[in-house]
């Protein structure tokens, strides 16, 4: 599963022969838990106008890392504050500064480019939202170092929670997370956030979680304190057996399609453990053809599986089940964004598993937010033809795959205190993939 050209004699090869092959950056990873000292080894700064989110970002972050605004050094990470700017010309010192800085940035650096919205004026609201176009362009350009641009779109949150996130996006957790723009439009006091685990007394869920994403992500959450219960089918149940072993958990085993299996889940859970803090719906299937060629089954298979299940087993929960602060995350995918040649029914059920993450944020309490893999490095992918693997990979402004833990990480984020300030988001791990970019 690892990209051959990151090879270092396939390196030396290239480099002899004068090949210009896009050789991609290999990027630093985290996959330890997460931890206070998460950062505290990056020299970062913070460049953009002295106002009251600089000067908190300053007091929260100080203990956290290096902060530094020396013209000589070197940056792991910039955070370009442009919340202040309102104006066409108010862009150019912004411009020259940010130039100035991108220079002196370190192989895979984070780039933060954080607006607050401002619907009072016109030229304000355009402005800051040029910011968005500017994130993606950059990330673009930076990609090929390993290094990330991404946006946080300040709507209505408070320091605490924009220096949660920043945490995470600073971090080499979100290696693969790139050209995002990510709406911080969650007020809610950050719930307690322990030094240890994130997630300790919590109980989660992880549908389809035997194998691939969802047992990476189970891994995760484990890590971080979690009681994870594996919902899987039956014929996945050694896998699903194996995991909850090795990560001291529970394996519920039935096919999620069936019209009482969010009862049936409902009820184990809430007889063993009393209430679900966490639901991570990851179960999904793929029937590709193309639409003239697709049968009503194949149709009904994919939307019963990725999008019904889903609203089932989510709704039984929010019924009664639920314990406060809440939070569900739905796995979406670049197809239900950009749409792909013989998925119509796999893009829509993930366009359709973003809306209903959206609506359950505008009409519950419980947090929601979508994550949209691009493409992720796992058996199913390692089996396709080689130029359908290579043109996968390249297609990403990191000019690789990603790999299953970078889109479990963003959800242990996602499902943590880290993240109070997010909610009804669609967050892609997708490396800055052209497609739907």
């Not at 072993?245 to 399609?257: H, S």
């Not at 959206?358 to 089996?383: D, H, L, Q, R």
């Amino acid at each position: 599963m690892s990209d051959f050209l990151q090879n270092p004699l396939v390196k030396q090869i290239a480099k002899a022969m004068n090949l210009p092959l896009p050789i991609p950056a290999l990027l630093i990873r985290n996959h330890q838990p997460f931890s206070d000292t998460e950062i505290e080894h990056k020299k970062i700064t913070i460049i953009g106008n002295e106002n009251e989110i600089s000067k908190s970002l300053h007091k929260i972050l100080n203990t956290k890392c290096i902060l530094t605004t020396e013209y000589e050094n070197k940056f792991d990470g910039i955070i370009l504050n442009a919340t202040g700017i309102q104006t066409v010309e108010d862009t150019t010192d912004f411009f020259k500064e940010a130039q100035r800085l991108v220079l002196k940035i370190n192989k895979n650096a984070r780039v933060l480019v954080l607006t607050k919205v401002d619907t009072t004026n016109r030229e304000s609201f355009a402005v800051q939202n040029a910011f968005e176009g500017f994130t993606r362009a950059l990330s673009k350009e930076l990609g090929k170092y390993g290094t990330t641009a991404n946006h946080l779109k300040i709507t209505n949150a408070i320091p605490e929670n924009i220096a949660t996130s920043i945490l995470f996006f600073l971090s080499d957790k979100s290696s693969f997370i790139t050209g995002q723009v990510i709406e911080l439009n969650a007020a809610n006091t950050t719930t307690s956030i322990s030094n240890n685990q994130l997630l300790a007394n919590k109980i989660a869920i992880v549908t389809g979680g035997a194998r691939g994403i969802g047992a990476a992500a189970a891994h995760v959450l484990h890590r971080e304190g979690a009681k994870v219960i594996i919902v899987d089918v039956p014929q996945a149940s050694d896998d699903a057996n194996a995991l909850a072993y090795e990560i001291n958990g529970e394996a519920f085993l039935i096919d999620i399609t069936q019209n009482d299996a969010a009862e049936k889940i409902q009820k184990y859970v809430l007889e063993k453990f009393g209430k679900l803090d966490i639901l991570v719906n990851n179960a999904g299937i793929t029937r590709d053809k193309t639409l003239a060629k697709m049968s009503e089954q194949q149709w009904n298979s994919v939307l019963q599986v990725n999008l019904k299940a889903t609203i089932n087993l989510t709704e039984q929960f929010i019924k009664n089940g639920f314990a406060e602060h809440a939070k569900v995350v739905g796995l979406a995918s670049i197809s239900g964004i950009a749409g792909n040649v013989g998925q119509t029914n796999y893009s829509a059920s993930k366009a359709g598993m973003i809306g209903y993450m959206n609506a359950i944020s505008k009409t519950t309490s419980v947090y929601a937010n979508a994550v949209a893999p691009g493409f992720i490095e796992t058996k199913m992918t390692e089996s396709l033809p080689l130029f359908v693997k290579e043109g996968g990979r390249r297609l990403s402004t990191l000019k690789q795959g990603g790999l299953p833990a970078d889109v479990a990480e963003l959800i242990g984020f996602l499902c943590s205190p880290l993240s109070d300030g997010i909610n009804g988001n669609c967050i892609r791990v997708c490396g800055g993939s052209m497609i739907g970019a």
